[in-house]
C-alpha cells in the first residue's frame, strides 16, 4: 500500500516471472466503516447476514480480523 490517508489508499501489484515483470498495476481503494456498508446496502434493500474476518468464515473481530466481508441478501 502507498499513498496511505484518512480517506483512500493505493493498493500496488507487481507480477514477476523469471525476473521479467509480466504486470504493474495500481488500484485506489477507499475504506468504508462497517457501519456505513450495512446502512447503504439496507438503503438499497439489502440485508446483512455474514460479517466475516476472512474467507474461512472466521468471526469479524475489528481489532484483530485481516479482512471484513459482508454476506447480504434481499
Known amino acids: 500500500y502507498v499513498d496511505i490517508t484518512e480517506t483512500s489508499l493505493v493498493f500496488a501489484t507487481c507480477l514477476e516471472q523469471h525476473g521479467t515483470t509480466i504486470y504493474e498495476g ?26 466475516c474476518g476472512d474467507f474461512t468464515g472466521a468471526p469479524y473481530d475489528a481489532t484483530a480480523s485481516g479482512g471484513s466481508i459482508f454476506v447480504f441478501e434481499r
Open 26 to 51: 495500481e488500484t485506489a481503494l477507499h475504506p468504508r466503516r462497517a457501519a456505513d456498508v450495512v446502512e447503504r446496502h439496507a438503503e438499497a434493500g439489502l440485508r446483512l447476514t455474514e460479517h
